[in-house]
């Protein structure tokens, strides 16, 4: 930080605390014995005692304390004023708070409440010398919609609304790539969120602190991914440095997330680490005037890491058998915590919680010569970091721990693979004539005795999964069989014709928009469009190839582009350095100690 950044913290804070007793005391500077509403100016005698009286309790210069109580004094009026004018004229008066790399003179900006974000973005982007294209407006924690009006959006008189410039690139193509890259990653990931990991090949899903996948209903599956898509995104900016486009995401993300039922919610720690971030960003951008608000983020954080670590982080122990990757998140916690204590005014708290800090820093300090000594052996140094952490700086017991990760995603992914491949051919054989799915483990020895898989197929569904009566069919009546396997040949799954009638269409208009198709989706379209009546079509089986293959390539583009500048590691958000945490905890000690 630098001396200016430090002296506007040190001139929050002191009218923090000045506010914080006020309240507490009941004491309101905007009416008499304080203010003479005649003269319409302070009573400066009135101040001065005040000032008086506070001195002892907040050990403070007088001096200081009477700049304070006159700055919020005027603050109050100010906001008064506002309230009055709109409730007259439906004129919002919004505080200006730039983000760094941004200046303006004015303080202030007014504009109708029913007008658009757009409109106020143009207004800013006047008032701060820059693109309208490359900024974006913070409010009330919410990123300020540009096509809905300020009224729509619950945006109030004398709110306060932070700037922040997006890009620091003057080409508008860029610009134009940066405003198309948020509704993009939402129709990707909502895309891809629908798709089923055990049968397609391009999916996104949730899993659990292990890595393994949680089984969750389409719709709310696909809820949620859009918004931890948005946050893997913010945090993707994060690494890069780019705070102002990460905090965007990040608010992005919990709009998303708002939206998904809470107990949902409650199964992943997402939510609480994307609360984690937000805070982060404020304190990166140097947002001193949001981070008292970031209270509330940080509490939900703490309450949702002690669910799913423990309190002592034992829960953690049991799943992964470490607790030094996690250890990291808690620290940059407790350090926010310490770092929104200090701004409230609430100096002895933030001192206990900034000594925590302190003291897990130390825990967490890596050796650097161990580290280089074990990407000399071929990991990487996020591996080499993550694995000292955990085996609390043991060398041996680290790499022990990488293989022992290395081997555990391994055997996920293997099983997984075998899973899809299953479900796959399960989904390829179809079901028999009771419904039952065909029995794969039969059909394979079926095919090892030499026949077809289609034949093979066909007689176990005649069979209902019983594999001497499907050998028996195959050995006395092999030309039925053969006739059976041709009809099925193309035909649809009944779960699909299910999904499709569930809709409102008939179950023969389904299965003839399905093998004209070929997916559900497009069926489904193709009905919608010719209000539920199609008829069969003589190229259904070339034109059902090519419409999947259309489908599977518009699958792997959704793919490609959701997984750029992210990590597939899911413990990459685990690896800090620590460096700039070291940095804010020894700035705010030395506050503290001044």
Known sequence: MDSTSIAEIQEETTLTKIRTTLNEQKIKLWEPPYYDKDKKSPDESKVHELAVILKTEL???IPHLIQGLLMLQQNALEKLAARKRFDETGVLYLRLRCARGLKTRMRMVEINSAESGANLVNKIGGLVDRNPAMLRLISGGKVIQEEKSLKEQGIRTSSTVMVVQISSQESV???AEQRRLLEQTKKDAGRLGGKDAKKDDFYLQVADQSGKALELPVEERRALIIAMSLHEKGRAALVKGDY????????EAETEFSACRSDLVEQVDNFAILNLDIAWCYLMLQNVSELPNAANRLEVCERKFKESYGTNLERLQTIKGSTGQEAALLMRLHLLQGIVAFHLGREKESKLLLKKTKIESELLEVNEQLLLQIVDMGYSVKEARLGLRSAKGDITEAVDHINRRREEKEEIKRKEKEERELEKKRDRLGKCADGSWVNVGYHNTLTRMGFTEKVAAAALKQANNSLNLAVQLLQEEPDLIELAAK???GSVLD???????????????????LENEGTVELAAESLLENQGVVTPSEDSGEKKGKKRRKEEKKDQEAYDRIKEGISREEEDHLDMDLKLEKEYLENYLKLLEK
């Open 59 to 61: 050990d403070m210069p």
């Open 173 to 175: 193509q860029v610009i």
């Open 244 to 251: 102002p486009l990460a905090l965007v995401l990040f608010l």
């Open 487 to 489: 009809e099925c040949d």
């Open 495 to 513: 779960e699909d014709i299910v999904k499709l009638v569930s809709l409102g269409y008939s179950p023969e208009m389904s299965r003839i928009a």
